[in-house]
C-alpha cells in the first residue's frame, strides 16, 4: 500500500506560480499513475491532471491546459505539479492519488490518496 503526502499549497497572488509536491512511501512507486484533484468549499471534486508510470501519459483538464504541468520523478517516488499563472478559480485544496488502473482524471480510478495542500490565490 502507499501512501502519499502532498505539500507546497500557499497564498500566492493572481497571475503567480506555485509548486505542488507529492511524495510517496510504501508500494513500488513506478507502477502507479498518479493523479492531482482539487476540492474548492462548496464544490465538487475535480481532476486537475494525472500522469502514467512514464512521463510520456499525462491528461489536464482544460482549465489548466498551458498553465499547468506535471512531472515525475521515479528516483524520489515524487510527483510535481508546476502551477504558473494561477488565477482566483484555481483556489481549493490540493489532493494527489495514486492508481493501477488507466491513466485518467476519474476520481474512481484511484485507490490511495494523499491529505490535501491549500491553494489560495487572491486577486
Known amino acids: 500500500e502507499v501512501q502519499l503526502q502532498a505539500c507546497g499549497g500557499g497564498l500566492v497572488q493572481e497571475g503567480g506560480s506555485l509548486r505542488l509536491s507529492c511524495a510517496a512511501s510504501?508500494?513500488?512507486?513506478?507502477?502507479?499513475?498518479i493523479g492531482w484533484f482539487r476540492q474548492a468549499p462548496g464544490k465538487e471534486r475535480e481532476g486537475v491532471s494525472c500522469i502514467g508510470v512514464t512521463e510520456g501519459g499525462s491528461q489536464y483538464v482544460d482549465s489548466v491546459k498551458g498553465r499547468f504541468t506535471i512531472s515525475r520523478d521515479n528516483t524520489n517516488n515524487s510527483v510535481y505539479l508546476q502551477m504558473n499563472d494561477v488565477k482566483p478559480e484555481d483556489t481549493a485544496a490540493y489532493f494527489c492519488?495514486?492508481?493501477?488502473?488507466?491513466?485518467?482524471?476519474?476520481?474512481?480510478?484511484?485507490?490511495?490518496w494523499g491529505q490535501g495542500t491549500q491553494v489560495t490565490v487572491s486577486s
Open positions: 510504501g508500494g513500488t512507486f513506478d507502477e502507479y499513475s
Open positions: 492519488a495514486a492508481s493501477r488502473s488507466a491513466l485518467g482524471t476519474n476520481s474512481g480510478l484511484y485507490d490511495y
